[in-house]
């Protein structure tokens, strides 16, 4: 890791730069959908079980780029690799924009989908490579842009589409992915003039394979897993029916519902800029955890039982979404290299999506079956139940590669 730290500052700004416009394009794919809905429902026919499984795309699409990611990253390395993930999610936007039926609009959000699941991957090893002694600072910025990246499809996709139509509400977000790009081409560029790292040593810069498949033994990671599989379950619920849960439930209408979507993600960027910064700080994060845990079951319980006042779940439930940029810093500073991290990055994420996968389509399936949304919040409810263990294993700072060592006495790499 000592060429990272030596790494020129032209290099490293090229790195933030493009680190700061990759997550404000990864959840454009996620969030331009869930408001659309009705609109995109006059031109393609989607009942609510397609709509289910539309939300389901997004944990499915990251739990493939789990074993994608790493490969991707291997073949590319991490620029290559982040610059073919922003072509993948281009021409995803684009395509679903032009859908002129469910399959190609499936096919479209697959692709776009995709490109950000090996973004998710591939951002928190780029941060431990180019800022290893400040994991908790960068986290912090590019949590901030991830729900900043949130919000604004939330909030600008229905005026977009008034003054537009909905494919231009979807297309345009086409424009950030191009953006995004150009500081990691131009970083490749850099790259080849002067190498960031020793090419003698390429466990520096890609995942070693044999970690991948050891970190089934490591308790950290599948306590990681639990919490991030738990965020992800929820997460999606939202995103994919928040809206329509608030007009079933509270009897709001679906501009204010979008509304409330877009409030739910606000309430991300206080706890993305404070939440990796102060757990650098903390001696354990279990206080964190514990918060999270208990802000979530209150914002999804509170809709149960009081959804007369949605605005106050809405900002609750939203503040408990800490354990999402939590996460991403655990990652980082759970892992003692670089190779680790890719490898616990993919391993979490891979797992964890695809159990958060499961979120929307039971919503979607429940709300068929019941014709209500009290099954559905329970389910929500239960889920959370997933990150339990991680008050108790992730409380310790000890890496994977540590823990590893000391259960088969053999050093990890």
Known sequence: ???????????????????????????????????????????????????GVIGSLAPVAFAICGILGPLVARLLGLEGALVAALVLMVAGHLTRALASDASVLVVGSGL?????????????????????????????????????????????????????????SLGVWAAGA??????????????????LVDPEDPGAERPEPALEARLVRSRIAWALTGMFAASGI???????????ILQGV??????????????????????????????????????????????????????????????????????????FPLCLFLIGDRTRTQSGAV???????????????????????????????TAPLVFALLSLLLAVPAIFVLARRRTVEDELAERTGAPVA
Do not use: C
């Open 1 to 51: 890791m000592s060429g990272a730290l030596e790494a020129p500052w032209r290099g490293r700004i090229l790195a933030l730069v493009g680190i700061v416009l990759v997550a404000f394009d990864l959840r454009s794919a996620v969030s331009a959908v869930s408001p659309l809905i009705d609109l995109i429902q006059h031109d393609i026919a989607l009942g609510p079980v397609l709509v």
């Open 112 to 168: 776009a989908l995709l490109g950000v699941g090996i973004g998710n991957v591939l951002l928190p090893p780029v941060v431990k490579r180019y800022f290893p002694a400040r994991v908790g600072a960068i986290t912090a910025v590019y949590a901030t842009m991830l729900a900043i990246g949130t919000t604004t499809p939330a909030l600008l996709g229905i005026p977009i589409a008034a003054a537009s139509n909905w494919r231009v």
């Open 178 to 195: 191009v953006v995004a790009a150009v500081p990691w081409i131009a970083q490749l560029v850099v790259l080849r003039r002067r190498p």
């Open 234 to 244: 929820t997460a999606y619920i939202v995103f994919g029916w928040l809206p329509e």
């Open 250 to 323: 509270s009897g709001v209408d679906a501009g204010t519902g979008g509304a409330l979507l877009a409030l739910f993600a606000i309430m991300g960027f206080p706890v993305s800029i404070v939440t990796p910064v102060l757990a650098s700080r903390l001696r354990s994060v279990r206080p964190l955890i514990v918060l999270a845990f208990a802000l979530s079951i209150v914002g999804f319980g509170g809709l149960l039982v009081a959804p007369g006042i949605p605005v106050l779940w809405v900002v609750i439930g939203g503040l408990g979404a800490l354990w």
């Open 343 to 373: 490898a616990l990055s993919g391993f979490v994420q891979g797992i964890g999506y695809l159990a958060g996968a499961a979120g929307p389509l039971v919503v979607g399936i429940l709300r068929s079956a019941t014709g209500g949304w």
